[in-house]
């Protein structure tokens, strides 16, 4: 009995901290309104990280009221045991400035465009492997974006995070980017 109420509890717990975001319908570079590097960079959580990584894990993704990043067992049931091994996090690769322009490129210059048909999609999974992940000038845990390329979602740990336009397209292209840099759990 006391796993049944747990999972409500949990579900109730992430809607609090997370936004969900479904990718739909299909995209293209925005041309001549492209966005420079420099107002890219301008967008949260950018604006604040000094550095970003990208990973890949295997469980539930979390920040912490305490501010930090917290991956548990995806099993509810194993909420008591002990916290999870420390391999739940896959690979971790921290980005150069050319591939943070490269990210903040795919995540603003690509959109619907002025002809914006969207067309939603019920897709009842959510469960991801990989993250960006945003941290603050003192090594602190700053913001994340969690990303399920099988489900076509993402949640964001703020609602201020924006990704731009959510399209299928950008997606892609963001599961190329983590393949380029070197991340394979998730995303083969």
């Known amino acids: 009995m ?3 109420l747990l999972i409500p509890l949990l579900l109730i717990t992430a809607f609090l901290h997370a936004q969900e975001i479904d ?3 299909h995209c293209s570079p925005s041309g001549n309104t492209a966005y420079p590097p420099a107002v890219r960079l301008k967008h949260y959580p950018f ?3 000094a550095e ?3 990973v890949s894990f295997e469980g539930n993704f979390s920040m912490t009221d305490s501010g930090t990043f917290k991956i548990t067992d995806p099993d509810p ?3 008591d045991a002990s916290p999870p091994a420390a391999d739940t996090i896959k690979e971790s690769i921290r ?3 050319q591939q943070i322009d490269k990210l903040t490129h795919i ?3 690509y959109g619907y465009g002025p002809r914006r048909t969207i067309v939603h999609t019920v897709v ?3 469960d991801p492997r990989n993250a960006i992940l945003f941290y603050d000038k003192e090594d602190k845990p700053l913001a994340f974006i969690a990303i399920c390329y099988e489900c076509q979602k993402a949640s964001v740990s703020e609602e201020k995070i924006k990704i731009g336009d959510p399209c299928r397209d950008k997606l892609e292209l963001l599961k190329k980017f983590f393949k380029e840099v070197g991340i394979k759990y998730g995303v083969e």
């Open 2 to 4: 006391k796993r049944y």
């Open 23 to 25: 990718f739909s319908d």
């Open 47 to 49: 604006n604040k990280a």
């Open 52 to 54: 970003i990584r990208l």
């Open 77 to 79: 049931g194993l909420l």
């Open 95 to 97: 980005l150069t400035p």
């Open 107 to 109: 995540l603003f210059n």
């Open 124 to 126: 009842g999974c959510f």
